[in-house]
């Protein structure tokens, strides 16, 4: 099985952290965004995705996955165990609708290619940028933070005792707040999970600066 990832990719952090939550062992073959022009954007990639994005996760047999949260769930489905969703339908709606706060609101205008965008053809200053990046992770934040307050008997992770594809999706959206100097204190059950997840080895293993392309 083989990840292509780019370091610091929160979709690509995501299949890290899940894959060494599953104790699935793969082979890293990264993709630089930046040099070269962008390796993702060469003809040799794009043949493998279209869409020319991170990650990919190559199987045994050749099959191709693309988008993370379809890996994710790729990884649920072929390797139950250890379980990264609930198994009441209800809770695991829970579970996916914060993973979809991150995936779905947060990250897609927050990502490398809609930044770029923004201080090249649109011209706006590197400031304008920060101050775009940091609004949309406390609107996303803000829901999610709220979210968590409504469960009755909060654990220590998103949902329960042990980690979910929630966790899975927040650590990497965490990583990049810090980043951009978000300020975090609105956020305490948040900082919290975040805080019980790094103890744990797979989300340490899976960080940026502990990956073999870390600059």
Not at 124 to 153: C, P
Request: glycine share 4%.
């Amino acid at each position: 099985m083989q990840l292509y990832s780019y370091w610091r990719s929160s979709a690509a952090y995501r299949v890290r952290i899940a894959l060494g939550l599953k104790n699935i062992p793969f082979e890293m073959i990264p993709i630089h965004l930046v040099k070269e022009g962008g390796q993702h954007l060469q003809e040799s990639y794009a043949a493998l995705n279209p869409q020319k994005l991170v990650p990919i996760l190559q199987l045994p047999d050749g099959t191709v996955l693309t988008q993370s949260m379809a890996i994710l769930e790729y990884l649920e489905d072929v390797f139950p165990d250890p379980a990264l969703l609930p198994k009441a339908p209800e809770d695991r709606a829970f579970v996916r609708s914060l993973c979809q706060i991150i995936a779905s609101d947060i990250h897609p205008i927050n990502n490398l290619r809609v930044l770029r965008y923004l201080t090249g053809p649109l011209a706006h200053a590197d400031s304008q940028k920060t101050d775009w990046y940091r609004h949309w992770i406390h609107v996303g934040f803000d829901g999610f933070e709220n979210m968590l307050k409504q469960r009755v008997g909060q654990h220590s992770f998103c949902y329960g005792t042990a980690p979910t594809l929630a966790d899975v999706c927040l650590l990497p959206q965490i990583y990049n707040a810090a980043r951009f100097e978000v300020d975090m204190t609105p956020y305490p059950l948040i900082q919290k999970i975040a805080t019980h997840c790094h103890a744990l080895s797979a989300f340490e293993t899976a960080r940026p600066e502990n990956q073999p392309d870390a600059e």
